[in-house]
DNA sequence: TCAATAGTTGACGTTTACGTAAACTGCCGT
DNA sequence: ACGGCAGTTTACGTAAACGTCAACTATTGA
């Protein structure tokens, strides 16, 4: 990291630390793309840019993204707002990824609901099984 | 399918028409013991409970669960309320997937308000740049 | 000075989730 | 009787996303 902090860097072992990630997998998001860190040297320096980056990747993959589409969401992140042309570009795929979202998002609750669901007659179930029973821990 | 309709039934390529799947892919969930349709003779004879799981396996899908996790919910789908042990068991188990699902709405919550304040950008842009532009379509 | 620690580039290995092809069976309309 | 279609098993192939060496370099504290 910055010694005295002026602008905030990182090694790749920082951000494998900070991420729980190896740092095999953070050069290979590198390898397609999705992180481009500066070089000291040899050496790999990354800025807060690229730890957003790959703080975004990260969250894509817990949502089971691929890495391709991963690259498609971050350049949404990053499309600088130029032509018009590129900006109604943008637009449309934030529309489409919004709706990818939405219909995950309808996934995820209806999921939720049927644990609930479950769950109450779980709880029906043990009430009525041994209702005497009091917890171990 | 069943002709007169008695109980509903489904040959194997009818569930991969209905669900957009191949047979290979149905048939790989058998092998990975999610589905356990009867035999008619040698041919797979799929039941509205088999339907219903496949429909659970794709929605696993879709949100990126492993089949071995998704092996895992569909199993709590289906625990019968036994005994007590297997109830907290269960009630546990139901608790670790909401934690994930409920994380898991967080991130799409925040991949939405990321979208929504990147598009709000983009309406400004537009509406700086070329405000005299109608709409194409 | 030297060993440990963290970094680097290959390059091959591995797991997951199927795709794909081969070879066979059973039924169905003509 | 026969071509075609849907189904079956077996088995090898493959793309994605890393894991896991190996071999080397640079820095650093004792």
Redesign the pocket.
């Known amino acids: 990291m910055a010694d005295g902090d002026g602008i905030q860097e990182y090694?790749?072992?920082?951000l494998?630390r900070e991420f729980g990630?190896?740092?095999?997998?953070i050069?290979?998001?590198e390898d397609?793309d999705l992180l481009a860190?500066a070089?000291r040297?040899?050496?790999?320096v990354y800025g807060p840019r690229e730890r957003v980056r790959l703080r975004l990747i990260l969250r894509g993959?817990r949502l089971g993204?691929?890495?391709?589409?991963?690259r498609e969401i971050l350049d949404i992140y990053e499309t600088k707002p130029g032509e018009a042309g590129q900006l109604r570009h943008l637009v449309a795929k934030i529309a489409e990824r919004r709706a990818m979202l939405e219909s995950q998002r309808a996934d995820i609750d209806q999921t939720l609901a049927d644990m609930a669901k479950i769950e109450a007659r779980c709880e029906q179930a043990l009430a009525a099984t041994g209702p005497g029973e009091r917890r171990v821990s």
């Open positions: 090694s790749i072992g920082d494998a990630v190896t740092t095999r997998t050069r290979y998001y397609e860190p070089r040297g040899q050496t790999r993959k993204f691929s890495i391709a589409e991963i």
